[in-house]
């Protein structure tokens, strides 16, 4: 197995940050090397294309919302999930063309009308929402993470909902 150079893209003041401290080590733990840091605005893809063989790790922190919006439709993909405190969580992301599936859990994006229709379908045994973004025509952008993406699918068309791609595993 290859090990891909790790990239923490960290967007908050590094000084005194113990959730920042902690990414490092959780990083150098799982590769075995300290990561480079970026705390500008990240080019996800710009940032794949020229490095193919790094692993981005994205910090998504209780709250954050959209985050996923740059991997639609693109070459990066959510390759793993690291845990690094209640208030935070990593997010693994490699390019598609370097990476091979890991887990069973997908992360599925959909556009959705809020309507009860569609929301008593859904339970959480086919997925459960992750992200929710409202937009100007009054739909919903959704991020669910689930196991069955045909099932999921199937619910939202069923329901006259948009399916818009999976952006990852783990």
Not at 118 to 134: E, H, P, Q, R, W
Request: with cysteine; hydrophobic share 40%.
């Amino acid at each position: 197995m290859t090990t891909k150079f790790p990239i923490l893209y960290w967007p908050r003041r590094t000084t005194g940050d113990n959730e920042y401290q902690l990414a490092r080590k959780v990083i150098n733990n799982a590769t075995g090397v300290m990561p480079d840091v970026i705390t500008d605005d990240i080019d996800i893809a710009g940032v794949l294309k020229d490095n193919p063989n790094v692993a981005i790790y994205y910090p998504v922190f209780c709250g954050s919302t959209g985050w996923w919006g740059e991997l639609l439709g693109g070459d990066a993909v959510v390759s793993d999930k690291l845990i690094i405190s209640p208030e935070c969580q990593l997010m693994v992301i490699e390019s598609n063309k370097n990476t091979k599936p890991r887990g069973q859990t997908q992360l599925l994006a959909a556009e959705i009308y809020p309507t009860s229709g569609f929301f008593k379908k859904m339970n959480s045994g086919i997925a459960t929402v992750a992200d929710m973004l409202a937009t100007d025509a009054g739909t919903i952008l959704a991020l669910f993470s689930g196991r069955n993406p045909a099932q999921f699918i199937n619910v939202l068309e069923s329901t006259g909902n948009s399916y818009l791609g999976c952006i990852g595993r783990y």
